[in-house]
Every structure is written in C-alpha cells, then in structure tokens.
C-alpha cells in the first residue's frame, strides 16, 4: 500500500515542486501531507474512517530550494499520526504530549465508536494538504490554486484505501474546497441542524458517505450538543 501511495505522489512531485518554488512566500509554508501506514495497521474486521482536518500547522519541514524526499515526509506522517498517536516530545520535561484540541476530538471519536461497538482504523488526511509554517494559520490563494492544479491527489488516495466513510472536521467555510476536490459529491444539509453546524456528505448515488461538522478546536476537543448526533450518524451508516 504505502508503494502505491509513493507512486501517486512521484507521478506528480515536480511538477509541484517547480510551482512551489516559484512562489515568492514558499518559505512560509511546510512540506505537503503525505500518508503512510504500517504493513499491519489495517484490520480486516474494522470499518475505515478517513477523517479531514483544515491544513497542518508547522508540518515538518518549510518549502525552500530543497524539501526532504518523498520517503522521508511519508515517514514523518506515520511516526506522528500513528507511532506517537500525535503527541510530540516537549523539550522541556522529555515527554510526549500533545494540546492539540484536534487530537482531542480524534480520541473522542475513536472512544465513542467503541462504546457502540463500531471498531475503527482511521486515517488522517486534510482538505488542504500544504500548511504554513510555525504557528500560523490559513492559506495563500495561489497555494491553494498551485495544490488544486498539480496536487490534487486526495480522491486517489480514497480510492487506494477505500475509506468507509468521511469526516470534514473543516467547518463550513471549506464546503468549496470539499466540491472542488470532489465534484462527483454534493453537500445537504441534515434536518436537525444548521448547515453551519452538521451537514451531510453524499454521493452520485445519493448514498451518505460521510459528514461535516465543526473543527474540533471550534467545539472545544469535539465535547458538545453535536458528538452524539455525529457518532450516531456515523454508526448508523456502518454497521
């Protein structure tokens, strides 16, 4: 799987590197997100998930004349996403932690999953794959146009591994990016809740295949009036 996914990314690599390296803010941003898993982390008996946050903040290493290889940035997801459950090493007390209200609601979905007997492997991906640098936030509108342009990779990846269902913890304001990305989806709006709030994800079929809710920094580690209801939607389409 993870040569599969090297090769998607190969296919594409410099003809993104060249765009990236032309933008004159290029060292304000991070390597892209790149997936990688280990031989044995997907089990047969489990649902997959692929959940979406925003774009990543500080990720790795910032695009100058040279960004790490192929391998190496794959490497760096897969030690902090699955190795180091996205948790990193505080210098100052030498132990692994993380305040990530993100990972907070990632924990509590994985949790409330298993209360009702839904077991998951989930994998992490972002609406936006190319992040900034430190600790800003958002994304240049030619960043956007150069990823959307020579990187829109994400469908492939859902095609090679075959998530089960969706989550778009990206806030409504990325509804856009969500279709653009994935123009055979349409976006409806659930009956108990504004499209602010919950919407849900279908597709040509008209199949529910995932949801869009809140980022979980807006809801404050996913604790709110909207977990259970997501939970509920999530396993009813599953099991």
Known sequence: MNNELKSIY?????????DLYAFEHANEYTSPLLLEFPDDYFKPEN????????E????????????????????G????????????????????I????????????RRGLKKRNLS??????NINKIGRHGEKVGINSR?????????????????LLKPDFLVFFTGPYRDKEILNKFPNLT???????????????????????GLRTYHPNYLKGFYSMLEPHCLNLITEVLK
Request: cysteine-free; hydrophobic content about 40%.
């Open 143 to 159: 960043v956007r146009e150069i990823e959307f342009e020579k990187f829109n990779i994400i469908p492939q990846e859902i095609e």
């Open 98 to 109: 993380s305040r990530s209200s993100f990972r907070s609601g990632i924990v509590n979905l």
């Open 120 to 125: 998951v492997d989930l994998i992490w991906n």
């Open 10 to 18: 190969e296919a594409v690599w410099n003809n993104l590197l060249k």
């Open 47 to 54: 649902k997959r998930i692929m959940f979406f946050g925003q």
């Open 56 to 75: 990543t903040r500080g990720w790795q290493d910032k695009i100058d004349n040279q960004l790490p290889s192929i391998e190496k940035i794959m490497n």
């Open 187 to 209: 976006i409806e709006k659930h009956l108990n809740f504004s499209s602010k709030e919950l919407v849900l994800i279908k597709d040509a079929e008209g199949k529910v295949i």
């Open 77 to 96: 997801y897969q030690r902090y996403f699955i190795d180091n459950d996205m948790k990193y090493l505080d210098q100052k007390n030498q132990k692994m």
